[in-house]
């Protein structure tokens, strides 16, 4: 039982492996290494966002060529880790983050030294892959450490790693890049990212465990044997079958309409800034590349904090506050009440728009104000779709959390292609109002899930997967 009298979700097992009866400062630090990893991976990929200008200098291409390279990572941030996660559910977590961690911090390094164009690009697709990784099944290590009444607070934690990580990294990289050169956008992550691995190497467990391992037969393990990949997963063999259950989950309304919104809500909410700033700030205020790092940085860093200060710790009230009024019933729809928030991202978009469009005459703190409101409701509405998603399906987080990761970078991908371009066409509050009615449109099937979602999950058909039972 919890603090609250109700049954916890998951019932825990009897034996000291299993991650939901470590101690709460274990857990704790778990989820702090998980979430830093999670940060890195998006950090990386954004120092050199305000460089773009310099980039482009540098190989003799525009701006918006230079931007491809954040467009390549993000594309093989969306689709590798969905080659990977089969084997972070079968062989644990801890050998996937740290063989991804070594892998992203090598091809950093190699992207800094390039001399060529298309060695950046090369570089940037590998760390992609593999640095895109932890961010996609960090969720479902959350998964395997805490109960339903306490995730969303660390899922919040969690997520805003997750969002912040291309928000800090304008915040140095603009420095860098003005007084170190474009080379060090990527040499400096990728030192980081070399030292995150010795951490992890040394202090991140394994958290994946199977509840069919037998708490009379198994001797638990220690500390360290859980450091040396001796994970307990009895009878889990890697199938052909596993790269195809990714794809399954797509039948389930409850992961793809949510899905379809967060691609929407991350894309406009967030990488629209980071593809379109280096040159409209350059070309409409005239920053400098460390004053555009700052701008595309601390608007957007306020608003996510100020986001999750009222998302977390507020949606598992909601759950718990829905189980006192329905005999200890623990709905997950209860989260889906924070999600009016997530209405603040086309609201800021609309704001950054009509500012850029009147620039003459508008100073650049609307712009910022703007971006600031739309990373408020994009941190509320990111917490809100993984706690919901990864609470209706458990056992298959790894799956939803690839998923959600593929949806946002996938879509993100094109952003760059034609927000400017469009802009250019039609003027910017009238492009950027496009974006934000689009992602009302999916707003309004996700919301609705707050009332059907219920009931769609007692259709047969969506019944829920018997795959990961033991997860």
């Given at each position: 039982m919890d603090r609250h009298g109700f049954a916890l979700m998951p019932q825990p097992s009897n034996n000291p492996d299993d991650?939901?009866?470590?101690?709460?400062?274990?857990?704790?630090?778990?989820?702090?290494?998980?979430?830093?990893?999670?940060?890195?991976?998006?950090?990386?990929?954004?120092?050199?966002?305000?460089?773009?200008?310099?980039?482009g200098r540098a190989f003799d291409i525009t701006p918006v060529q230079a931007s491809y390279s954040l467009t390549v990572y993000?594309?093989?941030?969306?689709?590798?880790?969905?080659?990977?996660?089969?084997?972070?559910?079968?062989?644990?977590?801890?050998?996937?983050?740290?063989?991804?961690?070594?892998?992203?911090?090598?091809t950093n390094i190699a992207a800094?030294?390039?001399?060529?164009?298309?060695?950046?690009?090369?570089?940037?697709?590998?760390n992609g892959m593999f640095g895109g990784t932890p961010p996609a099944i960090g969720a479902a290590t959350i998964c395997d450490l805490f109960f339903m009444h306490e995730r969303g607070f660390y899922m919040g934690i969690f997520t805003l790693f997750l969002t912040n990580g291309p928000h800090v990294a304008p915040l140095m990289g603009g420095f860098i890049a003005q007084y170190l050169g474009w080379q060090w956008c990527y040499r400096i992550p990728g030192f980081i990212q070399c030292g995150t691995f010795v951490v992890i190497l040394f202090c991140l467990p394994e958290t994946l465990?199977?509840?069919?391992?037998?708490?009379?037969?198994?001797?638990?393990?220690?500390?360290?044997?859980?450091?040396?990949?001796?994970?307990?997963?009895?009878?889990?063999?890697?199938?052909?079958?596993?790269?195809?259950?990714?794809?399954?989950?797509?039948?389930?309304?409850?992961?793809?309409?949510?899905g379809m919104y967060y691609m929407t809500a991350f894309g406009y909410g967030s990488v629209i800034f980071a593809t379109t700033g280096s040159q409209l700030f350059r070309e409409f205020y005239g920053f400098t590349v460390s004053q555009t790092g700052l701008m595309l940085s601390i608007p957007l860093l306020i608003g996510c904090v100020i986001g999750?200060?009222?998302?977390?710790?507020?949606?598992?009230?909601?759950?718990?506050?829905?189980?006192?009024?329905?005999n200890g019933e623990k709905?997950?729809?209860?989260?889906?009440?924070?999600?009016?928030?997530?209405?603040?991202v086309p609201i800021g978009l609309i704001i950054e728009g009509v500012c850029l469009s009147h620039y003459k005459t508008v100073s650049w703190v609307g712009s910022a104000f703007g971006m600031g409101i739309a990373n408020l409701g994009l941190q509320a509405a990111t917490t809100v779709t993984y706690a919901y998603t990864t609470d209706v399906y458990k056992p298959q987080?790894?799956?939803?959390?690839?998923?959600?990761?593929?949806?946002?970078s996938i879509y993100s991908m094109i952003i760059s292609f034609y927000a400017i371009p469009l802009g250019e066409e039609i003027g910017f509050q009238y492009a950027w109002l496009v974006f934000a009615l689009i992602n009302i449109v999916f707003f309004v099937p996700?919301?609705?899930?707050?009332?059907?979602?219920?009931?769609?999950?007692?259709?047969?058909?969506?019944?829920?997967?018997?795959?990961?039972?033991d997860l």
């Open positions: 991650p939901l009866n470590w101690s709460p400062t274990l857990k704790f630090f778990v989820a702090l290494q998980v979430s830093w990893l999670a940060f890195l991976g998006p950090m990386s990929s954004a120092v050199a966002n305000p460089a773009f200008v310099l980039l993000i594309c093989f941030a969306g689709i590798g880790p969905l080659l990977i996660v089969p084997f972070a559910n079968i062989y644990g977590r801890r050998p996937v983050y740290l063989v991804c961690a070594l892998i992203a911090a090598v800094g030294y390039s001399k060529t164009w298309s060695g950046i690009l090369a570089s940037r697709a590998i465990y199977s509840r069919d391992t037998s708490s009379t037969t198994h001797k638990p393990h220690t500390f360290l044997e859980l450091l040396t990949f001796r994970a307990t997963l009895p009878d889990r063999k890697l199938r052909l079958i596993d790269w195809w259950r990714n794809i399954y989950m797509l039948k389930y309304l409850l992961v793809s309409i949510p999750e200060a009222n998302a977390g710790w507020l949606i598992d009230w909601m759950v718990v506050r829905h189980a006192k009024k329905n709905s997950p729809e209860a989260r889906l009440t924070m999600l009016w928030l997530g209405l603040l987080s790894a799956e939803i959390s690839s998923l959600l990761n593929a949806f946002r996700f919301m609705a899930l707050k009332w059907f979602g219920p009931r769609l999950r007692a259709k047969s058909w969506q019944s829920p997967p018997t795959f990961h039972k």
